[in-house]
DNA sequence: GTCTATAGTTTGATAGAC
DNA sequence: GTCTATCAAACTATAGAC
């Protein structure tokens, strides 16, 4: 529900609904709607990019733990779009303290491996600054599915997480595969 | 103000102390809050698209055209964050009306010119999904600022437009530069 | 651990004076 | 065009019975 409208957008009565138990009974759970929300998001990101990161230290060249990557990270994206929208949404609406949460439980294990991948790529290159673009590569994609149906050329194909890691990889394969 | 809270996270009494006026003089301007919303989104994205556009559609290879569209898009996205939250806002909230108004008021123009000059780039290539990159690059940049700090090799300066310009201009260049 | 009942606040929106 | 006053609903959170 977080993901799909928020944290201002859901209260603490449409939480009670969901899960069938009064409003009241939820704060017996929790003390307030801030410390559920945090409980939710500490559950929503835990373990989840393990696969990511998992993907980028195995055995290969470079380019094939870079594919390896852009096909796990695809394919979290396709399975679990509330967790793309849940990160998106600390990125927009996340006060320090949250940041600083997301960035060691999600981000830091499988943005390292990035780092790293990204030196052997390219060398010449700031790492932390590939690392990004290697990510957002993939991320926008998805990000932007809902509105590129409106867009000139847009298909749903364009949608299929395959299809997204197959270009991502053709892309950074031109950029860095022979150089 | 919509761009930092969201819909749900600003009141008309918010808006109403925040322009010197009554929350009941509001009403006298707008039929409602999700009309006010509405024209507010309407002329935060009038004509911001347009210098995009113009750099893309200027004289010059596809290669001078290219590095011009990332100067001319990381200008933008550093010089306006609200515009750039209130795109990635709509983006995850927005309704089908919504996204539809966003696509031809603010994308179609620079996204028409991304596709021709992503055929001449890359003729091989889909032209839909590389524009789609292309602005993804520049973009996820802006949007992990705020939690980049925590990560490792996060510096101040990759905030600096010019600086996220040059990495995605030469990144982009690698790619399709020769070929 | 869940409920009903409710306190106290904030919300979107309206009525009517000026 | 702006105001004060206000309504009805929704909100977070608590009290107290079971």
Excluded: W
């Excluded at 195995?58 to 380019?63: D, K, V, W």
């Excluded at 993939?138 to 847009?154: D, I, Q, S």
Aim: aromatic share 8%; charged share 25%.
């Amino acid at each position: 529900m977080f993901a799909a409208r928020g944290y201002s957008g859901v209260s603490m009565r449409h939480i009670s609904q969901a899960v069938g138990i009064s409003a009241a009974a939820l704060y017996h759970h929790f003390p307030d709607k801030e410390n559920l929300y945090l409980e939710a998001m500490a559950h929503a990101f835990t373990d989840k990019a393990a696969g990511i990161t998992a993907a980028l230290e195995g055995s290969g060249t470079s380019l094939e733990r870079l594919e390896r990557f852009v096909d796990s990270f695809t394919g979290l994206m396709g399975d679990d779009p509330d967790f793309r929208a849940l990160l998106q949404r600390e990125l927009l609406d996340g006060d320090e303290i949250r940041l600083k949460l997301v960035a060691e439980r999600v981000f830091l294990g499988p943005f390292q491996a990035m780092t790293a991948l990204a030196e052997e790529l390219a060398p010449e290159c700031d790492p932390h600054m590939l690392a990004i673009s290697m990510a957002g590569l993939v991320l926008f994609h998805f990000e932007t599915a809902p509105v590129r149906r409106f867009l000139p050329g847009g298909r749903p194909e364009h949608n299929d997480p395959k299809i997204i890691a197959r270009h991502v990889t053709r892309l950074l394969s031109r950029a860095f595969g022979d150089g």
